[in-house]
């Protein structure tokens, strides 16, 4: 193999061990992450982001991190992200935004409720159209409803509904609010949540109309839950 030949090069002669351009470096981290390789895909990264001058610094950075979440090692992701999120450091919206993401997932997934709200607080003000705000906001309810905290959990949610309509998060949002009224008997609510439009994925609206009749079967209202089941046939 290669790797036999490289190794049996003898002593004073050239290392003939292929030097990658950045670009072709890249392209194997991007490799390895798809193959979710992560633990190999993050040492590619890290010689990539060890010039903050270099073409993939950016990205590397970022899939550094990713790769560190994938991996369950939120300690070294925090410290990634942390480090490249620092305030007197200038990055592209595109960049920021979707590092205050991943800060805001490992936030989650370490449960420091004040990150959570730092990464929703920064988006709000810089990126307040950013999907990654949407994204986050939507973390921010999971954290709550897994605290026991259903008004600010339907709060959080309300706010994807009300400023991202129609996007995936407003729609999964839309989904954990009326899923709450419902179990907590809050029929009324839960119709009127299950009655928006959900958006554009398979099955989704097929689901918002049973659950829609389901609640109104429970109240009593007979006659339009049988009508709306109807439809599903």
Known sequence: SIKNLIERTPE??????????????????QRLFRKARFDEASREYSVLSSDPRGSFYDSSVIKRAVSMVRLKRYDEARSILDGYLLPATARSAEMESEALYWSALVSLRQGQEQGLLSAVGRLASKHPQSKELASTL????????SRGMDAEAIGAYARVMDGFAGSAPAREAAWNTGWRHYRAGRYDKAISVFSLKAAPEPGGEEMFLYWRARSLERMGDIDEAARLYRLLC
């Not at 004073?12 to 981290?29: C, I, N, S």
């Open 12 to 29: 004073g002669v050239a290392d003939l061990t292929p030097v990658l351009t950045p670009a072709e470096r890249y392209g194997r981290a």
């Open 138 to 145: 939507v973390l921010l309810g999971r954290h709550y409803e």
